[in-house]
């Protein structure tokens, strides 16, 4: 067996300790070490000195000076001591460092499964960490990655991400934000991956379904009009009472849904709850909206305003009230709404005109329960106490009011309408179709009355009037009053000397034609009138009276019929 | 001037001759809700026309009274009329 001689080869040392100093000799008197290690061996001093930095320096043992000391840099070296261009050779303790990528390339084995980590561990009372940082003198593609491969498919993904804005991307999946929310918001991904903050949190009051139904939740009705768009539709998921100034302003095409809730609004100023301000289609569902806080009959303070004549609002199933003055303010195409008002349940205001169809508004005391100027309404209801039930300077269509001690409907004209008072007018206005009932009121007056009836139990079923095919009855008073009379039946139920069919309380012609005049005292008169008054009447039946015709009344008509049968009246 | 006065529970409701509402105000009469008033939803003062009365109306549905009573001038005691005349000059208006 030969002998084997090992031959270590030779490998260049470098000194492990590095000392910084300030001068451009460190033999220099003065100079300041850190860390102050001065005269050692293994050591290398580096000057910081502006004129000789980089410059580096060992301790000579022998003649305990410090020299210059310069090693040769090979053409490629893996790790420099840092702040140096010093290859770290075998140096294994040193700070190092290296310019270009390092590779770190390791086959998991035993349980190990990774190529390499970094790892800080403080000493106690000491912070630790683990800094990567890039630098970059443009910030467009300055970013820190780190990639997932796949060998299998040779597909790279990027797993953690942050963009030079400093925003986190995770998976190639979805991207952070770079910046904070404010309070209550929360992180909302649009299904792009692009995630934001929005207001609202995993639960509210308010919200707004996505196409996926996948709410964002508000903490008040401000925040989610505010957030809504049109299409969207805010639900409301508990009552809710605002104590301050708070106006919400509808959106076009934003629907809100209430879910059967309430919502009050109690401050003693003049905001409104509702207001509707552009044209549009506005649809409320389901819902409850009260205007309340304020001295009962104050003007001012709507439950829903609006300035637009030609907006369209849809309320299926919404309850407005107001507890001190009006319900609905102002104008807009109106359907299906339910209002309730101290004062007045709808008043179309100044400037924007309502037309209303298949509605109920409501006056609890004095107000009306409609109005509407110059416009329409369609199938709905009016109802005041005090108050006119609906007043409509325009056209009314199948529609009814009530009221109890004032007119139940007046308008320029009625058409399939109930008007019924207590001891107001039933109707007011000329008719046709219509039914005016009152009980101690006129169950119509003014006007022309079409097809209609008109009945009042203790007063004129009709007053200045003209009444065309219509059936006029008055229980305990005279029939009519200063009416004209075509074509139509009036009765008198009243058992008195004084239950005429007609009266007038001055002079003027009246017309009673093709008619049945019936009364109950035969005492009475079917037609009687003001004491020498010229009235015109042909072709009429009379019943119960033993003189039909007030021997005081004179006959206007002087021609004779021809033969035809044919009369100028 | 006040032509009808109609009391609907404790407020009474004044119209002229053309039964143009006039205005409403409280009843207090004590003398007079003792002589006339008993369950009626409306009770009505004709002051001359069609003639100078009382009605009373009960069980109103959608206008219309399930019955009534009327009491003429002409037909109320010393006392009654009194107590009508009395209603009539203190709240005409």
Redesign the interface.
Known sequence: MGTHIKIKPYIPTTPSEIVEFDTTDPNLGGTIFTPDIQGATNTLYISRDPSTIGQTWVWNTTSNTYETYTVDVPDSTPFWLYGTTIDAGSNKTAFIQRNGPIFINSAPSNGSRYAGYFYSRATSGQGSGVLIRKDSRTTSGNYLLIQGHDFSTNISVDKLKVDHNGKLSINDAYTLPNVGGTAGQVLTDDGAGNVTWQSGGSSGIFGIANASGVYTYYTTLTLAMTAAVSGDTIEIFADVEETGSVTITLKDGVKINGNGHTYILSVDDATNALTMSSVGTYDLYNWNVKRTGRTAGTTTGYTFYSTQTSAKINFLGVNLENTFGTCYYGGGQIKNAYGVGYLNGLYGGTGSYPVVHNSYFESTT?GTGMYVPYTNIYNSTGVSN?GIGISCNGNVFESMG?S???T?IQAQRMNKCIG???????LHGGSRNCTG??????GG?SGDFYNSTL?S???YGL??ANAYNCSVQS????ATSSCSIYNSTIRCL?N?V??HCTITFALGLREIVNSILEVTNSSAYCISAYVGSTWKYANNSFKGATIPINPSLIQGITNTSDSQGNILI | MTEKFDIIGDVTYRYDSDMEAQDSVAFSDATFESTFMDTQDLLTINVSQPIKRIMKFYNIEMGIPESFTELDYDSMTAEQKSALDNFITANTI
């Not at chain 1, 019924?420 to 039933?426: D, V, W």
């Not at chain 1, 009932?437 to 006129?442: A, K, L, R, Y």
């Open positions: 004095s005090s009530i109890v001690s004032n139940g019924i008072s207590t001891s107001g007018k039933g009932i009152s009980t101690s009121g006129f007056a009945i139990s203790s007063n007053s200045g229980s305990t008073s005279i009243w008195n004084g239950g």
